[in-house]
């Protein structure tokens, strides 16, 4: 499984774009899809619909997809902006119902093609149907109390509490009805998986020793079989029997699984988007491959030999990419193993150590790529989006507090702040000399630090940008900037100050959910030594490599 997600990254040199700059004499650029990523971002909740068609809800992605099992081929894609799917159900009649983790909603799309909605808790999770047309929910990572619901299908009366003492923190994670008409599911924290009587409320334990069992569902055997998403391994259990039979070794963040009409079995990575066929002896058949689903921060550092490796934070992992073939060389997954970093929004390089900064997790790391070993973890910036080494003192971006936060190499909990007052802090830059920041928020690129020495107050270099994000430093000392709101990549004079665009109609620009912060993803940039440039885009899942033309220009 591990090598199938390796290879998983498709490379795409076909259907290039040459873009020109209009001022000067044309310079002709190229661009290239150096690599793509997985179909979504992140496959979470799996159901077949009545004509065996699979649909699989993305929680990140913000869209359930819905797959033809046999090739692959994405059939329809249902966007749902306005909320995050996490699990799916199919009643009787034939309606989808999805739950939205991050704004504790519940929808149902019925027959008709209608929409209706239900405020359910706080992160309503798992959702199962039972087969006279109840509906349930439970909550997940919804704090000390975690409830498991009964809804109306029509979702107009109000949810009916069932209890809230299945544990702390996540009641039921994606759960099923057994042949008996009890409701099992498992208890993510707790790792065990209960059965629950949805009409007294009574719990029983069923089976145990999970490292994070994350999904049951009932075979057409009459087995239970039981997904553990911290250990990646899929789990038969016969009722009565003593011992549980491992079905398959997975990929540790398998997130959920279905049966078909047939008795197939599938499973979905939540980490890398990864869709699998479980075959009855156990081998995997991969439907859709894994890969990015989120990339942000871009990072090049050497790994001998004259070649150079292009680290990606995606969200989830780093994946290493080699600079020259976008090859996948390694896939880092975070919290597991190796860095107890899961969401890491950017990096950047720190000689031949990476700086991983989540704003998600509140944590700022140095990271050793070649041992893969943590060297440094802090957990006490206030919303940190991005850092970078600056005279060797760590550069950090809080959006917290609006402020640019220096902490001293010999002591990092010796900290000033280098800038305030700015609404959202974002991308860094350095050249070792001089020292940028973006304002997402204000469009403002403000200037900091000038040949070494902090300035007494930031200077504004560029104004009136829509949303930058990465910022990076090109051979030749102009400023680039990915200007997220416009799908665009920026060059900033060095001199001038001049903003002329490179390149346009780059596939990146997440928006964000209300009450979230507003860059969501990160786009980044960074620049190789021959002058090539690397850009994320978080929207398409893809990475950019954009270089001057051989036919054209200097």
């Not at 107890?340 to 990096?347: D, E, G, K």
Request: glycine letters at 12%.
């Amino acid at each position: 499984m591990k090598w199938t997600r390796l290879v998983s990254t498709w490379l795409f040199f076909a259907g290039v774009v040459t873009c020109w700059v209009s001022s000067g004499a044309a310079t002709p650029l190229v661009v290239e899809e150096l690599a793509h990523g997985s179909f979504t971002r992140g496959a979470n909740g799996l159901r077949f619909d009545a004509a065996d068609r699979l649909h699989v809800a993305s929680f990140l992605g913000r869209e359930i997809v819905v797959l033809d099992a046999d090739s692959g081929d994405v059939l329809e894609r249902v966007p749902r902006s306005s909320d995050t799917p996490d699990d799916l159900v199919f009643g009787p009649d034939g309606s989808m119902y999805w739950t939205s983790l991050l704004t504790g909603v519940v929808t149902r799309k019925a027959p008709d093609g209608s929409i209706t909605s239900q405020v359910v808790g706080t992160s309503p999770n798992a959702i199962a149907a039972s087969d006279d047309g109840r509906l349930f929910v439970s909550e997940c990572l919804g704090g000390e109390v975690a409830g498991l619901y009964e809804l109306d299908p029509q979702l107009v009366a109000p949810p009916r509490l069932i209890t809230d003492a299945l544990g702390a923190g996540c009641a039921l994670n994606a759960m099923d009805f057994g042949p008996d008409g009890g409701l099992y599911g498992p208890r993510w924290f707790v790792g065990d998986v209960v059965r629950v009587d949805v009409d007294t409320a009574e719990m029983t334990v069923v089976t145990a020793g999970f490292e994070v069992p994350g999904a049951v569902k009932w075979g057409p055997d009459g087995a239970l079989y039981v997904l553990d998403y911290g250990a990646g391994e899929l789990w038969r259990y016969a009722p009565g029997a003593e011992s549980l039979d491992l079905v398959a070794s997975l990929t540790p963040g398998v997130d959920n699984l279905a049966f078909d009409s047939h008795g197939r079995l599938f499973v979905s990575h939540g980490v890398d988007s990864e869709i699998v066929e479980i075959e009855p002896d156990g081998a995997v058949r991969v439907v859709q491959p894994g890969g990015m689903v989120a990339p942000g921060g871009l990072a090049l550092v050497p790994r001998g030999h004259g070649r150079m490796s292009l680290w990606v934070a995606d969200s989830y992992d780093l994946t290493e990419l080699d600079a020259r073939t976008g090859e996948v060389l390694s896939v880092e997954q975070t919290g597991q193993g190796g860095i107890p970093l899961t969401t890491p929004q950017t990096v950047s390089a720190d000689g031949h150590n990476l700086l991983l900064t989540s704003w998600l997790q509140n944590r700022v790391q140095v990271w050793d790529p070649r041992t893969r070993r943590l060297l440094v973890d802090l957990a006490d910036f206030a919303l940190p989006m991005d850092a970078v080494r600056f005279r060797g003192d760590l550069v950090v971006t809080e959006a917290l507090t609006g402020q640019v936060v220096m902490a001293n190499h010999h002591d990092l909990q010796q900290r000033r702040a280098v800038a305030s007052g700015l609404v959202l802090p974002t991308g860094l830059a350095t050249n070792g000399r001089d020292l940028w920041v973006s304002d997402w928020a204000t469009g403002t690129i403000w200037q900091l630090a000038r040949r070494g020495r902090w300035l007494d107050s930031p200077v504004a270099i560029a104004e009136g940008l829509i949303q930058p994000e990465g910022l990076a430093v090109d051979r030749r000392g102009h400023l680039l900037v990915v200007e997220a709101g416009t799908g665009s990549l920026l060059r900033i004079h060095r001199r001038s100050h001049r903003v002329r665009i490179l390149v346009d109609g780059l596939d990146l620009g997440v928006s964000a959910l209300p009450g979230l912060l507003p860059t969501w993803f990160f786009n980044g940039v960074d620049v190789d030594r021959a002058g090539r440039i690397y850009v994320s885009g978080d929207r398409g899942r893809l990475i950019y490599r954009i270089k001057r033309s051989r036919f054209g220009g200097h």
